[in-house]
């Protein structure tokens, strides 16, 4: 194959047509278009500067819910400011704001008789609650917020509390507690039709929408600077490109929090076309019954005979205007 035409694309999400920062679509002045039907277009994100100002528990995922047993039970849910944490900067903030919750609701304040712990040998949180009374205490956080659990080191739901002063229900991880779960964004776009990219990242493998996987290679509140050393491209099925649209996401959410900042990346587009024997090759790959090389000669043939057409009419507009 060869490259009949490149096209280099720099963007910023400041001169997008509509959408947010992180979410745009940017019509183009001039639309890049095949210049034979039987050509492809591919697709390479070169370089992307982001900054590093999305969190890791946001608006999708801060919001958890729990319940408490002390003599009746309630339902309820507390929020985590939102942030990137530390793991003992999680646990004093979930025990702040879970404790305050259950005040609210029960009028038992267990905040300073809870043990939120973090084991560096072993990589994992115990979480317990001092029992002063013998009044049944069970506290239970849900699944509802799968990144919160992995912060935490827990796959799904856990219980703590106690049954008396001196019988207590301890809450352990199961796994490795992950406050760093950001490790990479993804640009993706809905503008590019794949159909040889797929993905297991937010959900089921499928076909993926995915144009880049940038490394996080820079602490937060600071730019991500990220360039394209792999040389990835993609095949794209589109003949038309007359409007881009470009989103961020990570391996949690399909959409990342700017805050309002812009980022920018460069995208290069190329026009691929066969050669004469690659066309041969597909030609002939497409079974001996195909009518493919007789309509190819027909079609050059048409081609031709509208060259010889334009030839003609050329001079007769030259003539007529002048005249």
Known sequence: MEVVATYHLYLSSAYRTSGTTSNYVMNLKTPIVLQNPNNHFSLRVGSAEIPYVFRLLNSTN?????????GSTYNS???IAPGNYSILSLLTEMKSKLFSSISALTGWDGTA???FVYNRSTGKVALTV???????TSITISANSPVFLRCLGFSGPFTFGYTSPTVRTIAESTQNVNVSQNTSVYIRSNSFNQSHSYEAVVGQNSLSD?????QINAQPQSYIVWSNMIDLEQEVNNRLIDSINLYLGDAQSQELDLGG????????IKEWVMTGKESDDLA???GGDTMLPELFQQRQ???????????KISPAVVDASQG
């Open 62 to 70: 801060n919001v958890i819910s729990f319940s408490v047993s002390r």
């Open 77 to 79: 849910t507390f929020t």
């Open 113 to 115: 008789l809870a043990n």
């Open 130 to 136: 001092l029992g002063t009374d013998s009044n049944n």
């Open 210 to 214: 995915v144009i880049a996987k940038v």
């Open 261 to 268: 900042l812009d980022w920018t990346c460069r995208l290069t």
């Open 284 to 286: 002939k790959n497409m």
């Open 301 to 311: 043939k048409a081609i031709e005979k509208l060259k010889r057409l334009r030839d």
